[in-house]
């Protein structure tokens, strides 16, 4: 027991003797003194060399293993920090040239292609198309064409024409041409053609060739700017 505890106090006064003199050459190629605090020797990080620090070295005493290189590790650090700065400009930059792009898609793209297009649809006279949108809105722009049955695109008459009167004279009877929309809803628009809107219907009659007898629906959400 006697021999053991000697051998212990040996060890450690052989060991202590080792990392100070480990120390004192390190502080003599640094160009210290022996009595200048060295960062690399405060194990713990506490700002003092003392018996805590020998003590942890002392533990480890006799182990071996890959040496690590710390100035080199924290020259690779700086080198990784610097690449990671570079990245981030370069992302501010990418993310200036996106906000620019926005800003100029948004002020240039025009209307664009519609949200909802019916395609062109026959609809006979003195009836009412119901169309789905399914488009979650009724803020949008509308726009309804009409085409007759020669194919000749035009929009006369949209809203609805009263044409004729009793009291004219020679007096004719009134009749009702064109189309218009209502009942719009977040998914719906109901379409009217007017009951005297016909093609070759003949004197005092609605004109034909400004006829609905196709019609196209159109529709745009209209977008609100950012808030
Ligand atoms: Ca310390």
């Not at 960062?39 to 506490?46: E, F, G, V």
């Not at 040496?67 to 920090?81: C, G």
């Not at 026959?122 to 009409?146: E, K």
Request: overall charge negative; aromatic content about 10%; proline content about 4%.
């Amino acid at each position: 027991m006697m021999l053991k505890k000697k051998y212990i106090v040996i060890s450690s006064i052989g060991i202590v003797s080792i990392l100070l003199g480990s120390l004192f050459y390190y502080n003599i190629v640094q160009g210290q003194g022996v009595g200048d605090y060295d960062p690399w020797a405060d194990i713990n990080d506490d700002g003092k060399i003392d018996m805590r620090d020998v003590y942890v070295v002392a533990r480890k005493f006799g182990t071996t293993g890959t040496p690590i290189n710390k100035t080199a590790l924290l020259l690779e650090l700086l080198r990784r920090i610097e690449l990671l700065e570079a990245n981030m400009t370069e992302m501010k930059t990418t993310i200036i040239e996106l906000n620019a792009t926005i800003v100029y898609l948004n002020d240039t793209r025009g209307l664009g292609p519609p949200d909802y297009d019916s395609g062109w649809f026959s609809i006979a006279a003195g009836t009412s198309v119901c169309l789905t949108h399914n488009l979650g809105t009724t803020d949008l722009l509308v726009y309804v064409i009409g085409k007759n049955a020669e194919g000749n695109i035009h929009l006369f008459g949209y809203g609805g024409d009263a044409f004729g009167s009793l009291i004219d004279n020679p007096p004719r009877p009134e009749c009702h041409q064109g189309l218009y929309w209502r009942g719009l809803t977040t998914t719906r628009i109901y379409i009217d053609r007017l009951l005297q809107d016909q093609s070759g219907a003949g004197s005092g009659a609605p004109r034909g060739d400004v006829a609905w007898d196709n019609a196209r629906v159109m529709l745009w959400k209209i977008q609100e700017p950012p808030t």
